[in-house]
């Protein structure tokens, strides 16, 4: 059966019905109204992120489930880069008339195996017919909020001369699972969990909230890319980064499996959802006392005018290829 | 030039810079961060709504300026439908990569427009390359609350037997509008304002915050169609109504360019986003009061179990051709 069959209402009472029964977070009116209702926490946070068949995965090769979990983790990321915690989710499914029933389902399976592991609550959404499948998901979040009531956030334009650079994660699995996808590698182990790291990516909400709580007040999440993100960063906060490229962390699954390339993916391959953090050093250090895991120092900030420098060993500066995710030039994916 | 010129960043900027300067709405953070933020209401109210190109409107006989008034007044309908003031909008745009960027100007100015009328904040979105144009807007609003602290809200769920039913206004103005540009009808005065009517819906926030001052508790906007619009309500409530034909009230220009479509445009056309409003009738008379324009009164509910019985001048019942915008069976636009 495909979505042509069971009119927009059918099909938005069984996405419905597959949902968690008990209302979380606040919530006042779910799915079946003219709007979601919740009650509201002091500060709210909000982003919304799309993926579009063949543009931004692909078919065939990703599981619906597999796009789904990815879908909403891409956004629950931008909450945790802002140090707070993901509530509530609108789903927007774009529906070629032709899109299996049993897609739908699985891709709602994925969702909500996501929105189950970060708390967040399927509020509402949309479903429309178009000619290529698309999801939107817009989410809110929860800001951390100071004694005085103040809002608490991770800002990229909040580092300053003399911080520390550090990151939560290795880089560049999502990069080398993409890779393997298209090379259409022998799934060994490695690959295996290069692939997985593609398709089911980790928010670090966790590391978020700790960097908040340790004083942290500037990072961004790795999606773009380590190079771009960063000079994101130096863009919005007026300084120039030293880059230290020995140190930046590739996983050893990503150097056993490309050796040439493993550096570049780690710097300049996207969607690995870690998050990069800009603080003095003790402050990174208290976050990663909190965290219980050690956060990788790869640099400093430096007075400039947003430049990203990026030195290798010797201390010379290399040129990076920058390639990260713009869609609209490049499309790479 | 299209937007495979700048990149989704310079892009991002341009729009930005199209924004009004000053923050509004307890705005913390806009458009340039991971996330967007901003100080709560007490309850938020959260709706999302998207327009496909070739699916919701005609481009080429759509202005871009047009599509993006309409594209926030239909979420901006969403939010009065349930009684509340809109408050911040994440726009997501998916471009064909040869989309002129002077169309997504036009676009983001219809956007702009719009948000001035209705007191909305732009505070983020997404960008992305799709082989299709579409937009999804997803709009946040503020709920009023009661004395107590409690949300006072227009449900689809809250009619009770012995209530009436009204609208706000005038209805089947924008399918006539949408047949005239499907005929290329002669540009009339009649047929401009039929035209306006599809294009520049006014969405009733105002009608739906006098509903709630006076007491009224159930509601719906008019954006499927009468019939069906006043189905869900007695779905959700567990109601049958009583539509009284003759009391629909079609506009004078619908009825003059389109004599025998006047009824079923009235009773099956979309999109009009006028509000639906039951409750007893002294709470519908105050809400009148409140807004200083009568509502119509156009039929009452009955105990039951969901139906709509539409009744002719002499109380006989009429078959109603149930049209209304079920995207993904019909697909009429």
Same mark, same amino acid.
């Given at each position: ?30 799915? /079946?109204?003219?709007?979601? #209702?919740?009650?509201?926490?002091? @500060? ?6 799309? !993926?579009? #068949? ?48 049993? #897609?739908?389902?699985?891709? @709602? ?8 592991? @970060? ?79 593609? !398709? ?64 570049? !993916? ?6 690995? @959802? ?56 490049? /499309?790479?994916?």
């Amino acid at each position: 059966m495909d979505v042509s069959g069971p009119s927009e209402f059918a099909l938005i009472e069984r996405l419905r019905a597959a949902l968690p029964k008990h209302a979380a977070n606040g919530l006042v009116v779910g799915i /079946g109204d003219d709007a979601a #209702a919740w009650r509201s926490p002091a @500060y709210t946070l909000a982003t919304t992120d799309t !993926m579009v #068949a063949g543009v931004h995965f692909l078919p065939g090769r990703v599981s619906w489930r597999d796009a789904g979990w990815k879908a909403l983790a891409a956004n629950i990321s931008d909450i945790a880069a802002m140090g707070g915690t993901p509530a509530f989710a609108l789903v927007t499914l774009c529906l070629p008339p032709d899109t299996p029933v049993e #897609a739908v389902d699985e891709l @709602y399976a994925g969702l909500i195996e996501c929105a189950g592991v @970060y708390g967040v609550t399927i509020a509402g959404g949309d479903i429309v017919t178009a000619p290529v499948f698309g999801i939107t998901i817009a989410l809110t979040g929860e800001a951390a909020v100071a004694a005085d009531g103040s809002p608490l956030l991770l800002r990229r334009e909040a580092a300053r001369a003399g911080d520390a650079i550090a990151v939560t994660g290795p880089l560049g699995g999502s990069a080398g699972g993409l890779r393997a996808l298209l090379d259409d590698a022998p799934l060994t182990p490695d690959i295996a969990w290069l692939i997985e790291r593609h !398709m089911r990516p980790r928010p670090r909400v966790d590391a978020g909230q700790a960097a908040i709580a340790a004083g942290v007040r500037c990072g961004i999440d790795i999606s773009d890319g380590l190079v771009q993100d960063l000079g994101h960063v130096c863009a919005a906060s007026g300084v120039d980064a030293e880059l230290w490229l020995p140190s930046v962390p590739a996983p050893p699954e990503l150097s056993a499996c490309f050796p040439d390339d493993a550096i570049n !993916m780690a710097t300049g391959g996207g969607e690995d @959802y870690e998050l990069l953090l800009v603080a003095p050093e003790a402050a990174l250090a208290h976050a990663s006392d909190l965290l219980g895991t050690p956060l990788t120092r790869i640099g400093r900030v430096l007075e400039g005018a947003g430049r990203v420098r990026a030195l290798d060993a010797g201390g010379g500066e290399m040129q990076i290829e920058l390639a990260g995710w713009d869609h609209l030039t490049q /499309g790479r994916r």
